[in-house]
């Protein structure tokens, strides 16, 4: 069973419309008897860090969802702010702390830097698969993905980028640390290579 975490901002509905069409069970829920025996997370997000990592930690749900995911290795996705989440601060908003699983700040995008730079970065983008990973199995080296977002991470180790996009500058599109995963993009609005990306993760993780 595939829990999408529900902590009042994200796109639960669409991803779990996504997750019906490729026939895997999921439920969305903020339980955390049900979040500790999932045998899949996923983590979305719309909005503001802080106000995020708000909502997690106000019901505790910051360490309900660590929890599994660092004493039994369940694997997780987080998409877009809940990819954001999954690292170690962001900015937006105000500084806050995320959940720290990933080593790496949120930033926005280095507007001052560029000239004409639209912020946000919104629509369909190519993503350049930089290391071969199972969440982009049967995908082409360059894919089309769906972004919607005016910030993102600003480094990490770069053993676990596994996709990139450039807008002014490139930025981490997609990560994968063993069962931890995130894509800075909406799988669930990226047509037939999102539908892909999610498959491989019920299938492959």
Not at 59 to 76: A, F, G, M
């Amino acid at each position: 069973m595939i829990v999408i975490i529900d902590y009042g901002m994200g796109n639960l509905f669409s991803i779990q419309s996504a997750l019906h069409y490729l026939g895997a069970q999921s439920i969305i829920s903020s339980d955390p008897h049900r979040i500790n025996n999932a045998d899949k997370l996923i983590l979305p997000g719309v909005g503001s860090f802080y106000k995020a990592m708000s909502n997690l930690k106000a019901t505790n749900l910051d360490e309900v969802v660590k929890e599994p995911v660092i004493k039994k290795n369940t694997p997780i996705l987080g998409i877009c702010l809940g990819m954001q989440l999954l690292c170690s601060s962001s900015t937006e908003d105000g500084f806050s702390y995320g959940l720290g699983l990933i080593d790496c700040p949120v930033e926005r995008f280095s507007e001052n830097k560029f000239v004409n730079l639209k912020i946000p970065h919104v629509g369909f983008d190519t993503v350049t698969i930089t290391k071969k990973n199972k969440l982009f199995d049967g995908l082409d080296s360059r894919a089309d993905f769906y972004f919607t977002h005016s910030y993102r991470m600003a480094y990490t180790d770069q053993l676990y980028v596994t996709g990139t996009c450039s807008h002014g500058e490139q930025f981490i599109a997609a990560f994968a640390k063993e069962h931890i995963c995130g894509t800075q993009f909406h799988p669930e609005k990226s047509q037939t290579n999102g539908l892909v990306l999610l498959k491989n993760f019920i299938e492959k993780f």
